[in-house]
Each structure stands twice: as structure tokens, then as C-alpha cells.
């Protein structure tokens, strides 16, 4: 399909596993965005990307996230040892933009629901 | 303090009714600002952008306080498949590109 795919859809962890979640953009698309969502509020920033580039790693919530997109492209986000409190669906949106423009339109994936036990 | 703030509802209203939700930003170098919709476990998409002139589309009107830093959104005529959850955002252009996600108002239409 066109749109953003987010792999795996659902992934149960146990406390301490490491995981990984991907990212498929829209082709062509500049900007890409992680967000974290929790059950009944609204998603949470985690990081940019502009091509390959991090421009923003502001919010994620510790060192045991992190994010790439090695080739400007497909993006992993990463979660370490994971926690309880990392439970959540994961949101990848991209837009066809750099900053600068900010139309505000992001095409989102339909996420990738983490479950820690 | 949230940097975008919306009354989380749930509004709960008959068909034909009309409903309007607010919210508040923090920042006051916000750049845009947008509605966005959220079904049930679905992923967000983009209702419409808030100018400060305000806007409508269809059913739909948005407005925008600068002064205030304030935004509106209105319903008219409200249909059963606009039960959903509305997010307020807000575009920030700094040294980055950030849209900031209220917690959304969850709204429900009734028969």
C-alpha cells in the first residue's frame, strides 16, 4: 500500500527484554515522526528525523529508547530492558515536508501496540 | 502545565445537536494549529488547519485566539459517525519540527 506501515502490529515483551519496532514511510517522504501513545490520552512526541538526520530526540523518555533512520528511509525505534511503563502504541508518522513548510499534515501508521509483562 | 490542554469529555450528544470543544497552548511562539480525529483504536488523521481568520469546512468550523492562545473547534448538524476523539495541535518551529498532541476530547452522538 501508499500509506505508513508500522511492523510488528502487536508485540508482547517481558520486563528486561529489548525490542524493536519498524517503520516504513511514505515513499518520497521527508519527515519522519515517533510518538508514544497511552491508553486514553493523546500522543506524545518522541523524535524527528529530517531524511537521515535526528533533529530532535527531545522526548524520548530515557536512554534506553532510541532511534534511526540510517539511510533516510525505513526508521527502527528501539526500546532497551524494557519497562511496565513502556506499554503503549508506538506511532510513526511521516510528511512530505522539512520544517520550514509545516502544513501540519502527518500521514501516521496505525501503530505498533507494546505490551510489557 | 501541558503545553496543549483540551477538556477530555467525553461529550455525550444527540444527532442534530452542536458541540464545541476548546483548548489551550502554553507557548505563545506556536506556530499552526490543527484538529485531528482519532477513532477507536485507530491512528490520527487530519480533520483541518485553524487559521486566524478562522475557517470552515462543511459542518465544521475552527477558530483561533492568538490573544487568548486559544483554539475552537465546532460541530453543526452532529452525525453518529462523528463519535470519535478530537486532538487538538500545535505546530512548534523552533530548532526542531514539532507537532504537540493535546489529550484529545472524546466525543459521542447518540440516536
Redesign the interface.
Known amino acids: 500500500g501508499a500509506g505508513v506501515s508500522q511492523s510488528p502490529r502487536y508485540k508482547v515483551a517481558k520486563r528486561g527484554q529489548d525490542v524493536a519496532l519498524r517503520c516504513d514511510p511514505i515513499s518520497g517522504h521527508v519527515?519522519l515522526?515517533w510518538?508514544q501513545q497511552a491508553l486514553?490520552?493523546?500522543?506524545?512526541?518522541l523524535t524527528?528525523f529530517?531524511n537521515e538526520a535526528q533533529?530532535?530526540k527531545?522526548g524520548l523518555p530515557s536512554d534506553r529508547f532510541f532511534a534511526e533512520r540510517p539511510e533516510g528511509s525505513v526508521s527502527t525505534l528501539k526500546i532497551q530492558r524494557t519497562q511496565q511503563e513502556d506499554s503503549a502504541v508506538y506511532?510513526c508518522a511521516s510528511s512530505p515536508e522539512?520544517?520550514?513548510l509545516?502544513?501540519?499534515?502527518?500521514f501516521?501508521?496505525?501503530?505498533s501496540r507494546l505490551t510489557v509483562l | 502545565r501541558k503545553e496543549v490542554e483540551q477538556d477530555p469529555g467525553p461529550f455525550n450528544v444527540p444527532e442534530g445537536a452542536t458541540v464545541a470543544f476548546n483548548c489551550t497552548y502554553s507557548n505563545s511562539a506556536s506556530q499552526s494549529f490543527f484538529w485531528y480525529r482519532q477513532d477507536c483504536r485507530k491512528e490520527p488523521k487530519l480533520l483541518m488547519s485553524v487559521y486566524s481568520s478562522g475557517n470552515e469546512d462543511g459542518r465544521f468550523t475552527a477558530q483561533l485566539n492568538r490573544a487568548s492562545q486559544y483554539i475552537s473547534l465546532l460541530i453543526r448538524d452532529s452525525k453518529l459517525s462523528d463519535s470519535a476523539t478530537y486532538l487538538c495541535v500545535v505546530l512548534f518551529l523552533d530548532s526542531s519540527y514539532k507537532l504537540i498532541f493535546g489529550s484529545g476530547t472524546r466525543l459521542l452522538v447518540r440516536p
Open positions: 519527515s515522526f510518538y486514553g490520552q493523546g500522543p506524545e512526541f524527528y529530517q533533529l530532535d527531545s506511532l522539512g520544517r520550514g509545516g502544513t501540519g499534515e502527518l501516521f501508521g496505525e501503530g
